[in-house]
């Protein structure tokens, strides 16, 4: 079965703009989460959508937002771009939100702000 | 989230077995111990969980230590593309899927 989907795989965008990112899942998958990786931060998580609502958001600033549509698709909206954003992001889908619960990961959009 | 310790990095021979730690002294009870992995320009990879009981699938196995507060995760016979950052995580039953990485282990492979 086809596994995450995220696009664009790669951007390139100027301080002061805005981005949005998207991420298709896994078929019959609900969860979608968000995560940011910087060679100086690591892997930090986002948010998480479970079921079209917001279950859990990380310490980023309101600049970050993301919302999931009703066939479990998600996007992420960066406005007012900054150097720092600069990273990969993440997308991660599962089924549901156990501990036990295995998160498949895509390949990642590359953002670059210049 | 509970917080685990991991070494930097490792170097392994191909074909031989490796042995990644990772320490998590902290655990709770309902916590589950994840195991992640990274190859180069690739998101992560999930290789093998578990909760009280050694684990073993196809990538990898998981022995985890009767207190709980450390596990090891073990490839049998190393290769070339299992160069990747292996990262240990907890997750809370309920935690949803806010996973926490930390700075996970750089495994190398050498021919």
């Known amino acids: 079965k086809a596994g995450v989907t995220q696009t664009p795989r790669y951007l390139i965008k100027t301080r002061g703009q805005q981005v949005t990112l998207s991420c298709s899942p896994i078929?019959?998958?609900?969860?979608v989460s968000w995560y940011q990786q910087t060679p100086g931060q690591g892997l930090q998580f986002l948010f998480e959508?479970?079921?079209?609502?917001?279950?859990n958001k990380g310490n980023f600033p309101g600049r970050f937002s993301g919302r999931q549509f009703s066939n479990s698709r998600s996007e992420m909206n960066v406005s007012t771009l900054e150097l720092g954003d600069s990273a990969l992001y993440l997308c991660?889908?599962?089924?549901?939100?156990?501990?036990?619960?295995?998160?498949?990961f895509g390949a990642g959009s590359r953002l670059t702000v210049l | 989230d509970a917080k685990t310790t991991q070494p930097n990095s490792m170097e392994s021979n191909e074909e031989e077995p490796v042995h990644l730690p990772c320490n998590h002294s902290?655990?709770?009870?309902?916590?589950?111990i994840h195991w992640y992995r990274q190859l180069p320009s690739q998101g992560p990879e999930y290789v093998i969980h578990?909760?009280?009981s050694n684990v073993n699938n196809r990538m990898a196995s998981l022995a985890i230590a009767e207190d709980r507060k450390s596990s090891t995760l073990i490839l049998h016979r190393a290769t070339l593309r299992d160069a990747a950052v292996y990262y240990c995580?907890?997750?809370?039953?309920?935690?949803?899927?806010?996973?926490?990485f930390g700075g996970g282990t750089r495994l190398m492979v050498k021919p």
């Open positions: 902290t655990i709770s009870g309902t916590d589950y």
């Open positions: 991660a889908s599962s089924l549901e939100v156990a501990g036990a619960n295995v998160l498949t």
């Open positions: 078929s019959g998958h609900r969860s």
């Open positions: 995580i907890l997750r809370g039953y309920n935690a949803g899927n806010m996973l926490t």
């Open positions: 578990g909760l009280t």
């Open positions: 959508y479970f079921s079209e609502t917001q279950r």
